[in-house]
C-alpha cells in the first residue's frame, strides 16, 4: 500500500533562509508525485508536480523538488523564504491509475521576519 | 481564481439536520472530487466522480453522499449531522486521472454544525 509521511507538522524559518520541507512515500511501483499549497482561508493549489522524465522539478513561487528513488524522497525547497510563502504544504503520492491521490497531513510553513 | 466555484462559503446549521454543499467544475473538467479538512483529522479525500460515474470512494461516512448532474455539477449531501462533522469541504475537478492531472480547488464550504 502506498503511504506518504511529511516530516514536521510545523516548520520555522527564517526570512531570507533556505526553506526545506520534506516528503517521504512508500510505493512498489514508481510513483507520480505532488506538492500543493494551502495558503490561509483558501483552497490548495499545485506548486509541482513529478510524472516522468527529469528529477528535478521546478513549480511557481521559486519552488523545486527532487525525486529520489532510492530515498523515496520528494522534499520540496525554496532557497530564501519570503513572509507570503506562510502557509500549509502538502505533499500526495499515486502510483497507479486506478489510485487516488494519497495525501501527507501537511507541514504548516511559518516564516519569521 | 482556480476557476472552481462552490456554494455556500458558510453553513451553519444544528445537530441531526441535512445540508446540501453545491460544486461547478472548471469548465472542460470531467472529474470532481470532494474532500474534508478538520483539525484532527487533516485533509480527507470523500469521492470522485467522472462524468457523472462514481470512480471511487475514500472515508466517505454513509450518512455522506454525493452525485454528479449532467452538466457535471456536483453535489455533497450530508445528513443527520453530528458535532464531529464540522469541517472545510473543498471540492476539486480535474480534466480526467486522479494519477497524473491537477487538481483544481474551490475556496471551499466551512460548515459549522451547532
Known amino acids: 500500500a502506498q503511504s506518504v509521511t511529511q516530516l514536521g507538522s510545523h516548520v520555522s524559518v527564517s526570512e531570507g533562509a533556505l526553506v526545506l520541507l520534506r516528503c517521504n512515500y512508500s510505493?512498489?511501483?514508481?510513483?507520480?508525485l505532488f506538492w500543493y499549497v494551502q495558503y490561509p482561508n483558501q483552497g490548495l493549489q499545485l506548486l509541482l508536480k513529478y510524472t516522468t522524465g527529469a528529477t528535478l522539478v521546478k513549480g511557481i513561487n521559486g519552488f523545486e523538488a527532487e525525486f529520489k528513488k532510492s530515498e523515496t524522497s520528494f522534499h520540496l525547497t525554496k532557497p530564501s523564504a519570503h513572509m507570503s510563502d506562510a502557509a500549509e504544504y502538502f505533499c500526495?503520492?499515486?502510483?497507479?491509475?486506478?489510485?487516488?491521490?494519497?495525501w501527507g497531513a501537511g507541514t504548516k510553513l511559518i516564516i519569521k521576519p | 481564481d482556480s476557476g472552481v466555484t462552490q456554494t455556500p462559503k458558510h453553513l451553519i446549521t444544528a445537530t441531526g439536520q441535512r445540508v446540501t454543499l453545491r460544486c461547478s467544475p472548471r469548465s472542460g473538467d470531467l472529474s470532481v472530487y470532494w474532500y474534508q479538512q478538520s483539525l484532527d483529522q487533516g485533509l480527507q479525500f470523500l469521492i470522485h466522480?467522472?462524468?457523472?460515474?462514481?470512480?471511487a470512494k475514500g472515508n466517505i461516512l454513509e450518512r455522506f453522499s454525493a452525485q454528479q448532474f449532467p452538466d457535471l455539477h456536483s453535489e455533497l449531501n450530508l445528513s443527520s449531522l453530528e458535532l464531529g462533522d464540522s469541517a472545510l469541504y473543498f471540492c476539486?475537478?480535474?480534466?480526467?486521472?486522479?494519477?497524473?492531472?491537477?487538481?483544481?480547488f474551490g475556496p471551499g464550504t466551512r460548515l459549522t454544525v451547532l
Open positions: 466522480y467522472y462524468n457523472g460515474e462514481e470512480r
Open positions: 476539486a475537478s480535474s480534466v480526467d486521472s486522479p494519477h497524473t492531472d491537477t487538481q483544481y
Open positions: 510505493s512498489s511501483v514508481p510513483p507520480y
Open positions: 500526495a503520492v499515486s502510483a497507479d491509475s486506478n489510485y487516488q491521490l494519497i
